[in-house]
């Protein structure tokens, strides 16, 4: 067996921030990496962003950008993102990059060579929001239901149609190349209907790779984006490295991307003489409660989001648990709540508590002396031993909720076994001392394990159990193949207890999620200035005319308990006292504002914050992401209507 192990997500189309679908596949790849870390594996992961086609060229223009500078915007906030989300990566690629161009031009090569590539010219209806042309007949984009738009243009192409049996003998020879079964015989049978030749270049548009010799062609999107995979570990640079890499092990997907993945990508990979990677792992969607997530609605969790109002922990264990992996998921903050206070807070972080606080009170802080064994230490010694095995085979299959699922029963074990036992009960009692000191060391033995095996998926958690178990060896370094009952060392000091994860209050989280969203949505909480050159999309004077913006005089001012960013204001508006809450608090203090005559939003919806009604908004400008209230040099009637 190989003692490397590489695998990637998707690289991520930079058309807008991360959410929270990004954030589960790469969550996902994250916990894989850690735990092949774990096993000894050298590990590569890598990740990345998708930045050419149409759709960015577009994009970037109606932001008044060039598409090199948009790109770059939003390939930083990916990587942020991970950063402050605790994720790990090895390798992270932009498809803008000089070695991701010469790896594209190196296969390009490879396969024109092999002869499975020519000129010609296509027509077609084609999506721009997924790059892709639709089969023939068919005006509306199958995979993201939108309508196309119809092309001819010169193209390079691809010769798929001469890889129909060549796929079918590979899926034959690999049944379990896409994971889940169901996943591999959708494209079984997409394989078995029949394949046409596939256009790999477009003339329409000049954002991506220039085709070398025939410059007006650039690389069609997908041929381009795939070939990052391989870019990313020194394809066509550093010939070491890549051979040492790959194939890759497990390439993580969203299904909308199956197609391209385990069809074209093969493909390509054969036609070049490349080996195809071993297992593409297709998760699917989620839904927003209950809701399709998408920005007309609102309904959009960023990972930006997350990480201000949840420890990283609590995000990591509820998208792996909550669902197996290529089943679609439903998120609410509501269920968040509900897993994390159940699982972590209820059956780990008291276990954690309760075990290392008999043992500070009983065996003045270290980790007690085992005397002979009875029957139900054995039993618990052997279901964690059982544990171990059953943890590592399904994490192995990648089906990391079930690995999950068994340490839960380990834990749901022990606390069995603490309650039958009755250690609380015996401190008293001198004759019950080693007794005591029995039950005591196997709970912490079981804790041990229970946070080792834990670690890739909740490594800040599972690291201070440890250090508060007075293991002293890091985290990283432990090895899961090897990890065995007995290793923790009697006598040993135990260290500060703290709580290690803390109950969610549902309404406080609940609240801090709609201030953040008002924030976000209001002018004051811009995160930097607008580009007065960008184009926006324009509108009508009846949409402004729906919004209701009146002439008011704070009248007074204090802050919002718990919030350092917001105040309730009180606001005179002619006909009536309307109470607002606002944004401001870290710029303005509560009493420099009486008596300011401000502009205030009146006909929006009332809406809580932090537990507190808000009845309108008051307009701000931004200054460089800082909120400038709105005001007015002339006198002015209150209540009057701004214009």
């Not at 075990?355 to 007690?368: A, F, H, R, V, Y």
């Not at 299959?397 to 699922?405: D, M, V, Y």
């Not at 009493?591 to 537990?611: C, S, Y």
């Amino acid at each position: 067996m190989s003692d490397t192990f590489y695998l990637t997500t998707p690289l991520y189309y930079v058309n807008g921030v991360p959410h929270v679908g990004h954030t589960y596949t790469s969550v996902i790849a994250d916990a894989i990496a850690r735990y092949k870390r774990m096993c000894g594996f050298q590990v590569c992961s890598l990740t990345g962003t998708d930045e050419h086609g149409l759709k960015i060229e577009r994009a970037a223009r109606q932001q008044g950008l060039s598409p090199q500078k948009f790109t770059t915007t939003y390939a930083a906030t990916f990587r942020q993102a991970w950063k402050k989300l605790g994720l790990t990566f090895d390798e992270f690629i932009r498809t803008t990059e000089k070695r991701h161009g010469e790896a594209v031009v190196e296969i390009f090569e490879r396969i024109k060579e092999n002869n499975f590539i020519y000129l010609g010219e296509y027509s077609g209806n084609y999506c721009v929001n997924c790059e892709a042309y639709t089969p023939e007949g068919v005006t509306d984009c199958p995979d993201c239901g939108r309508p196309t738009e119809f092309m001819t243009e010169e193209s390079y192409f691809f010769k798929l149609s001469a890889f129909e049996e060549k796929l079918l003998n590979f899926y034959d020879s690999n049944p379990d190349f896409v994971i889940p079964a169901t996943r591999m015989n959708e494209i079984v049978s997409f394989v078995k209907g029949g394949l046409k030749d596939l256009s790999i270049s477009r003339t329409s548009f000049s954002w991506g790779i220039p085709i070398p010799g025939d410059e007006k062609h650039i690389f069609y999107v997908w041929f381009d984006a795939l070939t990052g995979y391989l870019a990313g570990i020194g394809f066509a640079r550093q010939s070491e490295n890549f051979e040492q890499y790959w194939p890759a092990d497990v390439q993580l997907i969203g299904k909308d991307i199956l197609r391209f993945h385990a069809v074209y990508w093969p493909a390509f990979l054969i036609a070049a003489g490349l080996e195809p990677p071993r297992h593409i792992l297709v998760n699917g969607w989620w839904t927003v409660e209950g809701e399709k997530m998408s920005k007309s609605r609102g309904n959009t969790i960023t990972t930006d989001e997350l990480i201000k109002l949840v420890p990283s922990d609590y995000v990591k264990y509820f998208l792996l648990r909550e669902i197996p992996i290529g089943a679609d998921g439903n998120f609410s903050y509501q269920l968040l709540v509900k897993r994390v206070n159940s699982d972590l807070a209820n059956d780990l972080g008291n276990l954690s508590n309760r075990i290392l606080t008999m043992i500070e009170s009983n065996c003045k802080g270290q980790i007690p002396e085992s005397g002979e064994a009875e029957t139900r230490d054995e039993e618990l010694k052997q279901f964690s031993s059982e544990t171990i095995d059953l943890f590592r085979k399904n994490f192995d299959s990648l089906q990391i909720n079930k690995a999950i699922e068994n340490v839960w029963e380990l834990i749901s074990m022990v606390n069995k076994y603490i309650v039958a036992n009755e250690p609380w009960a015996m401190g008293a009692d001198p004759a019950k001392k080693d007794r005591l000191g029995t039950v005591l060391y196997y709970s912490a033995e079981t804790l041990r394990i229970i946070a080792i095996l834990m670690a890739p998926i909740i490594p800040t958690g599972t690291a201070s159990i440890l250090k508060q178990l007075g293991v002293s060896k890091p985290t990283e370094d432990h090895r899961i193949p090897q990890l065995a009952w007995g290793e923790l060392e009697m006598g040993s000091p135990i260290g500060k207890i703290q709580a290690i994860y803390p109950r969610l209050d549902q309404e406080e989280l609940l609240s801090r999620v709609e201030e953040e969203r008002q924030q976000k949505e209001s002018p004051s909480s811009a995160a930097q200035d607008t580009d007065v050159t960008a184009q926006k999309e324009e509108i009508g004077i009846e949409d402004f005319a729906k919004v209701e913006m009146r002439v008011g005089k704070i009248v007074s001012a204090e802050r919002v308990p718990k919030s350092d960013k917001l105040l309730k204001v009180q606001v005179d508006i002619g006909s009536e006292v309307r109470q607002v809450v606002a944004g401001i608090g870290e710029e303005y203090a509560p009493e420099d504002l009486p008596g300011r005559l401000v502009a205030v939003v009146t006909n929006l919806k009332p809406v809580k914050l932090m537990g507190v009604e808000s009845n309108g908004m008051l307009v701000a400008a931004a200054n460089k992401g800082k909120p400038v209230l709105v005001a007015f040099n002339e006198p002015v009637r209150l209540g009057a209507r701004l214009q």
